[in-house]
C-alpha cells in the first residue's frame, strides 16, 4: 500500500501529538496562574511575615478552583486525543488509564468531603485555636490589659467566635479592643456582672489582629478571672472546599461515564487488555472487534478447527443429486429417542397372538408377552424427520429440528441434506462453530451443493473471516456463474476484505510512524521519509548510523545528529 494513504491517516496522529503539547502547556501555565493568583489574595487578606500569617484556606481554595477548570478541560483533551488516535490497542490504553486517574480522584475527594463534613473533624480543627486564660489576682483598683488572642491562628483554619469571662466580683468594667490595648478600636463594652459571653467576635475574624481583654477591678479587695475563647472552623474549609469535593465527584463520574463504553468497545481488540483476542495466523482481517464470551470463545475455537479441515475441491458443475433416503433394516427394538414423543408418529404393532396393540417400539406383547415379530413393526423413514424438523425450524423450534435432523442421521450419517439443516439450525442458534462442523461433512459428501457453500460463507462473513469467505463465493460462482446472490455478497465482501486489509497495514505502518515522531526532530515529514528510506520500525531506526540518516532525503546532517542523539536517549 502506497505511503500517500499512510501520511493521510498520520495526519492524526500528528495532531495527537501537538493535542499533548497543548494540553501539557495549558495545565502549566494555568497551574502557575494558580499559585500567583492564590498568592496574591492571601496578601490581599493579610499574609505576612512578621508575625507569621498565611491564609491557607483561601489559598487551597483557589488552587482548587482552577484544578476543577483543568479537571474539565481534561475531559475535552481526552476527546481529542480519542478522536486522533488511531491504533485500538492505544484507544483502549488511554481510555483505561484516564479512567484510573478518574476514581482515583474520586477517592481522594470523597475522602475529603466525608472528613470535611463530620462534626468530629471540625470539632477538632476548631479546638487548634480554642484557649484558656486565669488571671490569679487583680488589685483593687488595677487594670488588666495584657491578655490577648488572635483573631485568626496562623494558618487562617480557624476563626476566634466566641469568648466566655467570669469574675468572681461584680464590681469591674469589662472591654474589647482590637489591635491595641489602649489605643485600639473598642469593640465591646458591658456593663458589671459575674459573667460575660460575646458572640460578635466573628465580625472581625477577617482581620490579623490581636484582640485585647481589659478588666478593671473596681471593687476595694483583688478579684480574679478567667478567659475562655471558642473557635470556628473557616467558612472555606466548612462549606466552600467540601462543595468544590462534590463538584470534583460529579465532573470524574460524567468523564467515567463518557470513557468507560470506548474502553469497553477496544478491549478485545488491545493487548493492554485481559479480554485481548490475539489475531490468528491464517491471514484473517477482522471488520469489527467482538468481545467474547466464555461460549463464544468454546465457538470460536470450534470454527478455527473446522477451517483446519481440509475439503475436497469442487467438481466440475454437476446436477445436485437429491438427498440420500436409505431403507432401515428392521430392528427388534430401539430405544426411545430424544424426539421420538410427539415428533413422528409410527404406527402401533397388533399382535398376532391376542389382537392387542403394541407400541412400535415394543419387543414383545405387553398383554400376553407374546415375542413380536420384527416384520411387524413399520421402518422409519429419514425423510419424514427432515420434513418434521423443517417444520420446527420454520416455526423457530431449533432445538426440536435438531433432535428430528439427529434421528434422520441415526439411519444414514451421511445424510446430505440433515446435515445441512443441521447446520443451519445450528447457525440460528448462534453455535456457529458447531454448524461449520456439519457443513464441512455435507461438504466431504457433496463438495458442489451451491446451498451449503452459502451457508459456510455466510457464517464466516458473519464471523469476520473475510477472506475464507471470498474463497468460498469464489468457488460458488465457478459452480454456478449466474448466482446473482453470490455475485452480490463477492462484491461487499470483497470490499470489506479491502478495507479490512488496508486497516490493518496502517496500523501497523501508523504505530512505527508515531514511534518515529516521538524522537526530537522528527515530525510527520521525516516520519515519513525515514519509513519510505526502509527503516520499517524503530528497531532498525535504532541501528543506523548518522551518516545513513543523513542520507534520508530532507534530512541534514545536523537533523541526522539530533535524530541520533535521541534515538541513543530512548
Not at 401 to 412: F, G, H, M, R, V
Amino acid at each position: 500500500m502506497g505511503i500517500k494513504n499512510i501520511k493521510e491517516r498520520l495526519e492524526g496522529s500528528y495532531r495527537l501529538i501537538r493535542i499533548r503539547r497543548i494540553k501539557l502547556g495549558f495545565y502549566i501555565i494555568e497551574l502557575v496562574l494558580a499559585l500567583i493568583l492564590g498568592s496574591a489574595v492571601a496578601v490581599l487578606m493579610g499574609a505576612a511575615a512578621e508575625p507569621f500569617y498565611f491564609p491557607v484556606d483561601v489559598f487551597l481554595f483557589i488552587i482548587l478552583i482552577m484544578l476543577l477548570v483543568i479537571t474539565v478541560e481534561t475531559i475535552y483533551f481526552n476527546g481529542l486525543e480519542l478522536k486522533y488516535t488511531r491504533n485500538k490497542s492505544r484507544k483502549y490504553l488511554l481510555a483505561r488509564n484516564a479512567i484510573r486517574k478518574s476514581l482515583i480522584i474520586i477517592g481522594a475527594a470523597a475522602v475529603c468531603v466525608t472528613v470535611l463534613f463530620l462534626p468530629y473533624s471540625q470539632d477538632s480543627i476548631a479546638e487548634l485555636h480554642s484557649l484558656e486564660f486565669n488571671i490569679d489576682e487583680v488589685e483593687a483598683g488595677d487594670t488588666v490589659n495584657n491578655v490577648s488572642f488572635d483573631c485568626q491562628d496562623e494558618l487562617g483554619l480557624t476563626r476566634a467566635a466566641h469568648i466566655h469571662i467570669e469574675v468572681n466580683s461584680d464590681e469591674n468594667s469589662l472591654m474589647l479592643m482590637v489591635a491595641d490595648a489602649e489605643s485600639g478600636k473598642n469593640i465591646w463594652n458591658a456593663d458589671s456582672a459575674e459573667v460575660y459571653n460575646f458572640s460578635g467576635l466573628a465580625e472581625h475574624a477577617g482581620l490579623q489582629e490581636p484582640i485585647f481583654v481589659v478588666v478593671e477591678n473596681r471593687a476595694a479587695t483583688p478579684i480574679t478571672f478567667s478567659v475562655t475563647v471558642t473557635s470556628d472552623v473557616s467558612p472555606f474549609i466548612r462549606l466552600y472546599i467540601p462543595a468544590l469535593g462534590l463538584a470534583f465527584l460529579i465532573v470524574q463520574f460524567a468523564s467515567i461515564s463518557i470513557l468507560y463504553p470506548i474502553r469497553e468497545m477496544y478491549s478485545s481488540s488491545s493487548i493492554y487488555s485481559k479480554n485481548y483476542v490475539a489475531p490468528t495466523d491464517k491471514g484473517e482481517y477482522s471488520v469489527t472487534e467482538i468481545k467474547l464470551s466464555k461460549k463464544d470463545q468454546e465457538e470460536e475455537a470450534l470454527l478455527d478447527s473446522a477451517l483446519d479441515v481440509e475439503l475436497p475441491p469442487p467438481a466440475p458443475a454437476t446436477p445436485q443429486p437429491t438427498a440420500k433416503v436409505c431403507e432401515v433394516e428392521p430392528e427388534m427394538a430401539r430405544a426411545r429417542g430424544k424426539v421420538d414423543d410427539g415428533l413422528i408418529e409410527e404406527p402401533d404393532i397388533k399382535c398376532s397372538n391376542c389382537g392387542e396393540m403394541n407400541s412400535a417400539q415394543s419387543a414383545m406383547c405387553f398383554s400376553c408377552g407374546t415375542a413380536l415379530k420384527a416384520v411387524e413393526r413399520a421402518t422409519v423413514d429419514p425423510a419424514s424427520y427432515l420434513k418434521k424438523g423443517e417444520g420446527f425450524a420454520n416455526s423457530g423450534r431449533f432445538d426440536d429440528a435438531i433432535s428430528c435432523y439427529d434421528e434422520a442421521l441415526k439411519y444414514d450419517s451421511s445424510n446430505e441434506t440433515a446435515l445441512l439443516r443441521k447446520g443451519e439450525a445450528l447457525h440460528k442458534q448462534g453455535k456457529w462453530g458447531s454448524a461449520v462442523q456439519y457443513v464441512n461433512t455435507a461438504l466431504k459428501i457433496n463438495p458442489n451443493n451451491v446451498n451449503t457453500l452459502v451457508l459456510k460463507a455466510k457464517i464466516l462473513e458473519e464471523r469476520d473471516r473475510l477472506d475464507k469467505s471470498v474463497e468460498i463465493y469464489t468457488q460458488i460462482l465457478a459452480l454456478d456463474p449466474d448466482n446473482e446472490f453470490a455475485k452480490s455478497k463477492m462484491a461487499k465482501v470483497g470490499e470489506k476484505f479491502v478495507v479490512a486489509t488496508e486497516e490493518a497495514e496502517l496500523e501497523s505502518a501508523e504505530e512505527v510512524l508515531e514511534q518515529f515522531m516521538e524522537i526530537p526532530g522528527v515530525g510527520l515529514a521525516r516520519a515519513t521519509a525515514l519509513y519510505e528510506a526502509g527503516f520499517l520500525n524503530i528497531t532498525m531506526l535504532k541501528a543506523a548510523t548518522e551518516d545513513q540518516l543523513a542520507q534520508v532525503k530532507g534530512i541534514s546532517k545536523g537533523v541526522a545528529k539530533k535524530i541520533r542523539k535521541g534515538l541513543d536517549e530512548l
